[in-house]
């Protein structure tokens, strides 16, 4: 357990040398960073917590760190939220979500509390989060279900406003090992909570053995199931067997059934890092949202591990709904983020924090990036006019991990290509595809030498420097 944040104070110092850190995304204090918890907006603040194991890059004791913004581009470190120091989430405070009222945030955590014989028994615990800071615990809510296995996690509270009712949908595994969502039901965000039954999802009876972080939101009228299913494998993701995607359709509360509108599970992100998405409502706008997410994968290892420390998060997407399928914007405010405009017919050397705009005259496409001075290696993105096809391949790079899922990623674009604008960090990179039919997040690790920027194929490309907007700063606990 974290006595004092002093103890890890040696550890932020080491890790922000690193030339890896990232300049304009969520990343760990120290330690490992996972999945996005609670994000939500409160009295003209959002926050947006991160699951964090302190010491190390394992996923060790998990905690909940605390980050917020007013404009969702810059971000803040606020600190320690949730400690994993009561009997209920003895080995770590796990993933959830956020509920705010008028005189409270709420936040809804899975304790993950294991016995003296190991055996794991998840427990639904609440916080409240009234002194801004660190966050006071009340009761849990509930306890495991014995009709299903020990991995029910990742409460998501909904409070639907027809039936007046609050609602935790809970990630789940059946005994005969089938994914599934569970569901909670209260009139209270407190107490008084109940179990109301299985989620039913007609056609996705048998899909993965588990699914991980389960949300219902509404956008644009539509009801939206995002969820993680888990060892299964998916076409166009290699051998990936970690997913983060949705269905659209109509969700029934009395009887708890949620009718996807066709039999298509969309995958949320092309990449190959993106995990765990959590969605934010916009507080004005009930035909957006805010979607943010893990830009990395269970199970996985990435070169920083050795730094001892992992992890980051996508950048907050503007969520819509077009043609029956969600497109993913970047947000506005990043054009704030622009400094230095960089012209290409002078310089071929990509700057290691910077925007990439391509907007194409038709024709198949090869794009380089982070390739070498005589034109080889780095990442290439393909673009195949005749398939309609774009390919993201990273097996060019000189650091290559988790190269067994495959190294190669592919998406279909019904209409063509048309544009693309790449954001490029430290060790990450996000395309997002004609203006969000397609995203591609992936961590990139860049060694010296790794860093021109070559193209062949007819389109104008634009390229600005991009400024800091995260700063790194220790937990002032
Ligand atoms: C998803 C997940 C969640 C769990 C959390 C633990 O990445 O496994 O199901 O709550 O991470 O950190």
Redesign the pocket.
């Known amino acids: 357990m974290l006595k004092d944040a002093e103890e890890i104070r040696p550890l932020h110092e080491r890790i922000i040398k690193s030339d890896y850190r990232q300049h304009y995304h969520i990343q760990s204090v120290t330690g490992l960073l ?2 996005p918890n609670g994000f939500v907006f409160h009295d003209g603040v959002w926050h947006l917590f991160y ?1 964090w194991c302190p010491w190390g890059a394992v ?1 060790g004791l ?1 905690y909940w760190y605390h980050t917020v913004s007013t404009d969702l581009v810059t971000w803040q470190n606020k600190g320690v939220c949730i400690r994993p120091d009561t009997l209920y989430d003895n080995k ?1 405070a ?2 959830g979500s956020a509920l705010p009222t008028e005189e409270h945030l709420y936040l809804y955590y ?1 304790g993950n509390h294991r016995d003296e014989n190991w055996v794991r028994k998840p427990y639904t615990c609440i916080a409240d989060l009234r002194e801004k800071k660190v966050a006071h615990k009340l009761p849990p809510l509930f306890g495991p279900n014995d009709d299903y296995t020990e991995h029910q ?2 409460p998501k509270i909904i409070h639907n406003k027809q039936d007046g009712k609050y609602y935790i949908i809970l ?1 789940a595994q059946t005994k005969d090992k089938k994914g599934c969502c569970i569901i909670y039901k209260s009139d209270s965000p407190t107490e008084g909570w109940s179990f109301a039954g299985q989620l039913k999802v007609p056609g996705f009876e048998d899909f993965g053995d588990m699914w ?2 389960p949300s219902i939101e509404t956008i644009s009228g539509y009801d939206v199931l995002i969820f993680c299913p888990q060892h299964l494998l998916i076409q166009g993701r290699g051998d990936s067997i970690h997913h983060s995607g949705y269905l659209l359709g109509h969700m029934d509360w009395e009887s708890l059934t949620f009718t996807p509108d066709n039999t298509s599970f969309h995958v949320l992100d092309f990449g190959f890092d993106s ?2 998405a959590e969605c934010a409502a916009n507080p004005d706008d009930k035909n957006k949202a805010t979607l943010i997410a ?1 830009m990395g994968l ?1 199970d996985a290892s990435y070169p920083t591990d050795e730094e001892d420390w992992s992890g980051c998060l996508t950048l907050p997407r503007e969520l819509r709904v077009r043609d029956r399928r969600l497109i993913q914007q970047p947000l506005d405010g990043l054009r704030e983020l622009r400094g230095r405009k960089i012209d290409l017919e002078t310089t071929d050397v990509l700057p290691r924090v910077c925007e990439v705009e391509l907007i194409s005259r038709g024709g198949d496409l090869t794009m380089r990036l982070f390739a070498k001075s005589d034109g080889t290696g780095g990442l290439t993105v393909t673009y195949n006019d005749s398939t309609k096809e774009i390919t993201v391949d990273r097996s060019g790079m000189s650091k290559r991990f988790n190269t067994g899922w495959g190294e190669e990623r592919t998406r279909h674009l019904p209409k063509g290509l048309f544009h693309m604008r790449f954001f490029i960090d430290r060790s990450s990179i996000e395309i997002f595809v004609n203006d969000g039919d397609a995203v591609f997040s992936s961590r990139v690790f860049p060694t010296d030498g790794e860093d021109r920027i070559i193209i062949e194929g007819d389109a104008s490309l634009h390229l600005w420097e991009l400024k800091r907007a995260v700063e790194e700063s220790f937990i002032d606990d």
């Open positions: 996972n999945d699951q996923h998990k770590g796990y993933s899975t996690r990742d990630g991980e972080c995990y765990a893990w269970p």
